[in-house]
């Protein structure tokens, strides 16, 4: 008897842990803040999820792994206007939560799942047609670690989506590529450059879509308005000293550089036809 209860503790326990380890998943909280109020955590706006859905062909009852899918606008809107089916994940709590919201906003929650869980490593049980990851390649440790990642989830002859940033014109400094929230200027690469990386990795660019400075006024400067109205009802957070200080600083900094010198873009590879085998 002591035996059954020893392990019953013991396991009472490690669930404990277990639902302990799952609840404290997450996001920096800064970003849970920033972007509290955003549907597209990139600078993608629906229009241009709109021109992608259309430009990959999608069809009723394809399947997509979006990895990092944050809250859920690119695979809740494809599911209303295309007929998708697929899978979400996001180590964010609060952004799994909005993206089930969104789909009962729009009727899917048959058609879509949002799983709360790192998407680093994920491989999915059942094969996806596109396989994504749009805008979070640090899950693979860059952008070829994503695509080998995405792959292990990809049937044969499906689509990867890679979102990633690029230099739109190189910066002439160190110093500036930081202001662009970059380490160095040797962590992006030109538009031709990246287009050309996929290929030295094996892969076909079949399509893209392209975000412009509209999209990125939408993704940085809808942060501020959040930041104010959570200044003004969080003024003794621990974080408020930084929010205020971003709010003071992000405007000036997003137009001055982030705006001028990068863009950003959906990549869609598939890979390199070997015409001996086709």
């Not at 430009?55 to 606008?73: C, I, Q």
């Not at 390649?137 to 990867?160: D, H, P, Q």
């Amino acid at each position: 008897m002591g035996h059954a209860k020893s392990f019953h503790v013991r396991f009472f326990t490690q669930s404990i842990r277990s639902l302990q380890e799952i609840y404290a998943l997450d996001i920096p909280r800064i970003f849970n803040i920033t972007e509290s109020a955003h549907r597209i955590h990139n600078p993608f706006t629906p229009d241009k999820f709109a021109t992608l859905g259309t430009a990959l062909r999608l069809a009723s009852g394809v399947r997509v792994l979006d990895l990092g899918s944050g809250s859920g606008e690119m695979l809740c809107t494809w599911a209303r206007d295309h007929g998708i089916v697929g899978t979400g994940i996001d180590m964010s709590p609060l952004f799994t939560e909005q993206a089930k919201l969104r789909a009962e906003e729009l009727g899917v929650t048959h058609q879509v799942n949002f799983i709360h869980n790192d998407a680093s490593g994920y491989i999915s049980d059942e094969k996806a047609d596109v396989a994504a990851c749009v805008g979070a390649t640090w899950i693979g440790g860059g952008v070829a670690g994503t695509i080998e990642l995405l792959a292990k989830s990809l049937r044969t002859g499906g689509i990867i989506l890679i979102g990633e940033p690029y230099w739109r014109q190189l910066p002439p400094t160190e110093d500036i590529a930081k202001k662009c929230l970059a380490n160095s200027i040797s962590d992006f690469l030109g538009l031709s450059e990246l287009v050309a990386s996929f290929g030295n990795l094996g892969y076909d660019v079949v399509e893209m879509v392209l975000a412009n400075q509209d999209g990125w006024d939408r993704y940085e400067a809808a942060k501020w308005l959040t930041m104010r109205r959570w200044l003004e009802k969080n003024p003794d957070d621990e974080l408020a000293g930084e929010i205020r200080s971003r709010l003071s600083t992000e405007p000036e900094r997003h137009t001055a550089y982030t705006r001028e010198y990068l863009g950003w873009g959906v990549f869609a590879l598939m890979p390199r036809l070997n015409l001996e085998n086709a």
